[in-house]
């Protein structure tokens, strides 16, 4: 597609319940990253691929959350057990080269709501 | 501390007022960041600094490595500009700072 694509748009989730969120980068990009955004703030890194490898997940909050990209393209956010402290906007971006800071492209983002 | 501070952190103006929107970094980058972010979460990249100045349109960014300082300038703002702008530098990952949220007024 022409840009990042992220599904769901919206989620509800009750705590405790897991979610998945997707992210579809532009075709071809090797690096994605995740982010998260808590309101009235800015957003903060989660982790990071260079195609299927995850370089970096330094920024993952706790073991509840996990992230895959097992064909290098299309990723998948997962956060387990959803905790109310977990609501946020979940951003995703892809960029050519590899760590490279040039040509970010983010996702619309999906808002994560924990009830 | 913040490794990004932006100021101020809401703005609220009438249209055709000149903008300014500041950034400040305590870290040492090789390029910065400005980035637009509407109500529906949507991020648009707006400029990559690394020196100078930058100009697209009514926009205008700068930046001082030495003084590890940026600026973005709106002219002649207009309601449309009304969003959150975020300033991001390369450390070892992008780091974003919380943003400015510009609401233009006609």
């Known amino acids: 597609g022409a840009g990042v694509s992220q599904s769901p748009r919206y989620k509800v989730a009750k705590r405790g319940q897991d979610v998945a969120l997707r992210c579809d980068p532009i075709?071809?990009?090797?690096?994605l990253f995740w982010y998260q955004q808590a309101l009235g703030q800015g957003p903060e890194f989660l982790t990071y691929?260079?195609?299927?490898?995850?370089?970096?997940k330094s920024g993952l909050p706790s073991d509840r959350f996990f992230a895959e990209r097992p064909e290098g393209s299309v990723s998948t956010l997962k956060i387990q057990r959803t905790q109310q402290e977990d609501s946020a906007v979940y951003l995703c971006?892809?960029?050519?080269?590899?760590?490279?800071?040039?040509?970010?492209?983010f996702g619309s983002g999906t808002r994560l709501t924990v009830v | 501390k913040n490794e990004v501070e932006q100021s101020p952190q809401n703005l609220t103006a009438q249209e055709g007022e000149f903008i300014t929107i500041n950034c400040s970094y305590s870290?040492?980058?090789?390029?910065l960041h400005w980035l637009q972010q509407h109500p529906g979460g949507g991020i648009v990249s707006l400029f990559m600094?690394?020196?100078g100045k930058k100009k697209h349109g009514r926009l205008i960014a700068t930046i001082n490595i030495q003084e590890k300082h940026s600026s973005l300038h709106i002219t002649a703002s207009h309601p449309r500009d009304s969003a959150v702008y975020i300033c991001?530098?390369?450390?070892?990952?992008?780091?974003f700072g919380t943003g400015t949220r510009l609401t233009i007024i006609p």
């Open positions: 870290v040492g980058i090789s390029a």
């Open positions: 600094l690394s020196s």
């Open positions: 075709s071809g990009h090797v690096s």
């Open positions: 691929f260079q195609n299927e490898a995850q370089l970096d």
């Open positions: 971006a892809s960029s050519p080269p590899a760590r490279g800071f040039y040509g970010y492209t």
């Open positions: 991001a530098v390369m450390v070892e990952k992008l780091t």
